[in-house]
T-cell receptor, first 114, second 114 residues
Framework: DGGITQSPKYLFRKEGQNVTLSCEQNLNHDAMYWYRQDPGQGLRLIYYSQIVNDFQKGDIAEGYSVSREKKESFPLTVTSAQKNPTAFYLC?????????????FGPGTRLTVL | AQSVSQHNHHVILSEAASLELGCNYSYGGTVNLFWYVQYPGQHLQLLLKYFSGDPLVKGIKGFEAEFIKSKFSFNLRKPSVQWSDTAEYFCAAGITGSARQLTFGSGTQLTVLP
């Protein structure tokens, strides 16, 4: 089945540590996205990538980094510079039709900083 | 800046009651509009979408939404809710032709009492 996988489902980290969240898709989609979901705030865009080896900052990119070395993969690193990293992180992908707007989401990773 | 507002943070209904969730967006140009649903423990999934044409769109599971351009609204409706509709609902808007992102509302938690 085609889809988006994110791992791990739950992640715990100590303050001051970097952590990388995995996102893989086999939908052959060009664009991929990372969102952060906090209660009562909806989804906020962290980074997005339209093509391999290119990515753009979203609205809340500070303290995060990404890479896009392969079309299928778009890992997100939460660095120690992110002041409030505990959140639910969602990865998504889309195709160019209708301006990339229709996005498909993975199951998410819940990150907790201890 | 573009924004999406969802007026109700938490809605509680009894089974068989009618549902209407409000969504307003602020964009000057042509927009694509979406409702996504997040059932407990599941992926965020598309409920319905509007790109152009008939402003009344039908989605999965008996949901529908009406695009009213003059009111910048895209309200979600269902004539008779079921317990299984308990979920969080997100309205989203995107600018046609922009790969950048969808802008999401803050979400509405719907609880349906059996």
């Amino acid at each position: 089945d085609g889809g988006i996988t994110q791992s791990p489902k739950y992640l715990f980290r100590k303050e001051g540590q970097n952590v990388t969240l995995s996102c893989e898709q086999n939908l052959n989609h060009d664009a991929m996205y990372w969102y952060r979901q906090d209660p009562g705030q909806g989804l906020r865009l962290i980074y997005y990538s339209q093509i391999v080896n290119d990515f753009q900052k979203g609205d809340i990119a500070e303290g995060y980094s990404v890479s896009r070395e392969k079309k299928e993969s778009f890992p997100l690193t939460v660095t120690s510079a992110q002041k409030n990293p505990t959140a639910f992180y969602l990865c998504a992908s889309s195709i160019p039709g209708q301006g990339y707007n229709e996005q498909f989401f993975g199951p998410g990773t819940r990150l907790t900083v201890l | 800046a573009q924004s999406v507002s969802q007026h109700n943070h938490h809605v509680i209904l009894s089974e068989a009651a009618s549902l209407e969730l409000g969504c307003n967006y602020s964009y000057g140009g042509t927009v694509n509009l979406f409702w996504y649903v997040q059932y407990p423990g599941q992926h965020l999934q598309l409920l319905l979408k509007y790109f152009s044409g008939d402003p009344l769109v039908k989605g999965i599971k008996g949901f529908e939404a009406e695009f009213i351009k003059s009111k910048f609204s895209f309200n979600l409706r269902k004539p008779s809710v079921q317990w299984s509709d308990t979920a969080e609902y997100f309205c989203a808007a995107g600018i046609t032709g922009s790969a950048r992102q969808l802008t999401f509302g803050s979400g509405t938690q719907l609880t349906v009492l059996p």
